[in-house]
């Protein structure tokens, strides 16, 4: 089969290669997908560049593990889970349940088609790849392939962020930088749905009108105006009382001059490469509040009924068309290389898509 792989963290993307591989067998617990569909997400490239690597190395080494209540905790013997190259990429993905492990969650899943969330060394950019049961959803016929395959990195973050972790009240302001983003446009349908507003910060105009259209309250352009002058004329001079950023450097140090009295900024990624230098006093002054978010890490420490509930609403609002991201480019797997390069042109208005064969 083919797979799109990785030999060595590389900042050329030209090194990803169409390699031929023998087709996996599910181990236990384990199912083996034929896959259709997979996104070009931001987060595919740390796993191509191994910007993730360090930081994930050191933070979830325990995943999955127990130790009393604590669902994430130290564990010096097992300090390398986060993959090294060779592997094959690919964070998520759709398709078909072609072979099954052994136990009840794998055997269920037989035949039926599945959003899958993965990654390497089993990524979901082959046209065969193995996952976990657990972290397979059936999906319903309501929810087309293209949907399906961005299912769970942006939908369940978007959701979470805004609904279990910041909590956004009812009225609230929320700040969201890289607003064109998919995750930036769902969390203004979330918006909409949940009656918190929604402030969209983008650095140019490509995705303002759309934007204004899904039901944004106010959107900033940063290449051509003040993002504190704005922010404070919204918000007639309080400020935000909750934003996430995945910029980081500069735009993020901004965005906490923007926090009112108590204020929340979530950290949730770093596409402009570039650490933020906050002054102290810019925390002191508000009383306010930074902090981090991985997706994994969260669910890793939720509860299994919390995750089911959380899973259901995220596939109840997906038929629904809360969390509908446009596609507009597809690739052959084989154009995998081009579709990097796509997916990181500056100015998109959707997501890029790979097509494995079949
Ligand atoms: N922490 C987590 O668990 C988690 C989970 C899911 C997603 N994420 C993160 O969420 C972010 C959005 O993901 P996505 O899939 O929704 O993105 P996406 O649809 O691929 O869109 C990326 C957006 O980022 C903007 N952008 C890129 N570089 C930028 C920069 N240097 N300055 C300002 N804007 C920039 C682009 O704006 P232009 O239109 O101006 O080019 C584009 O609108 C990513 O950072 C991703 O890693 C994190």
Redesign the pocket.
Known sequence: MKSARLAAFTDAIEDIRIEEVALPTPGPGQVRVRMHLAPV???DLNFVHGTYHQALQRIIWNQGQRDGDARVFYDPAKTNPCPTPPYALGGEGVGVVDAVGSGFLARRLSGKRVAVASGPPHGTWQEYTLVDAKKAVILPDAVSDEQGAMFF??PI?AYVLAREVLKVPRGGWLLV??A?????KSMVRLGKLYGFKTLCV???A??SEELRRLGADAVVETDHQDLLTEVFRVTGGKGVGSAID??GGD?AAQVVRCLGLDGHLLI??????TPMQIPGRDLMMPVAHISG????NWMAQQSTLTLLGVLRTVMRLTTQGIFHTQVTETYPLDEVANAVAA?TK???TG?VMLRMAG
């Open positions: 997400n931001p987060s990195v942006n973050t930088t890289a064109g983003s998919a995750l930036g983008v650095r140019s490509g995705n995945c910029v735009l949730y990624g770093t596409l402009g490469k978010f991985l997706l994994p997916a500056a100015g998109r997501k």
